[in-house]
């Protein structure tokens, strides 16, 4: 009998509508939790840790729901509410309300974030940390350097393509836009990368300029810029460094540097080398 009476009292406190009201409405925000934050890049630990609130919160609201009682009054202790008057009573459908506004707004967030993910990824969510590689312009004095330029910007794509963690579109596909009058936007929605990497090579004699500019292809908002000055001397050094830079803005971690280099230093002779990617740009 006495678990009758604490089924019958669950059922009189609104024990039971509140869980419902509770259960449905969690479910749901958490659904549309799940579509919305990782289209904001939000971490998957956050996610889950609110996942795990919503979770945790059922036991609380449902002691809350067996103490307390909504009234037009406001809210009061279920023993202070007992003793109203039945017109002071007013019953109850605050839950049912709960339930079918939480139930819209979440379902609204449910297919906010399909829509959302489908417009900025296609198929699939596009990686922060991917970039193509374009082939960079000459800018030297006497505009004979195009072969070098673009093989400057061959090897720095290969320098690139040994970080771990970072996705390169190959050279054959970056390069493919050379010449041709396509936005950045459209260059990174069709080889599927975040980030376009363009720039322009200034050789005169023993000297070289490098004038680089990081760009997100969603926006077109350069978001890095920097030049690099050298020689054909160190020029392996200041591959290295340019590849560096670009793992550093783009958060890719790196091994420490004394484990070994990114660009690789195929002879000590600056000529050989300037005549090496002259060639391997033109086969």
Known sequence: MKIDNFFAELKRRNVYKVAIAYVVAGWALSQGIAQVFPVFDVPNWIIRLIVLLIIIGLPIALVLAWSLEITPQGIKRTETADT??????????VWIYVVVIGAILSI?????????ALDTASP????????????????SPNHDQESFSVGMAEEILNALAHIRGLKVVGRSSSFFYKGKNVSLKQIGSELGVANVLEGSVRKQGEQVRIISALTRAADGLQVWSKTYNGTLANIFDLQESFARDIAGELNVVLADPSEGRLVDKPTDDAQAYALFIESADSC
């Open 84 to 93: 109203m008057t039945a017109t002071a009573r007013k019953k109850k459908h």
């Open 108 to 116: 609204g967030l449910f297919f906010l974030g399909r829509y959302t």
């Open 124 to 139: 699939a969510r596009t990686s922060n940390k991917s970039i193509a590689v374009l082939a960079f312009s000459d800018l």
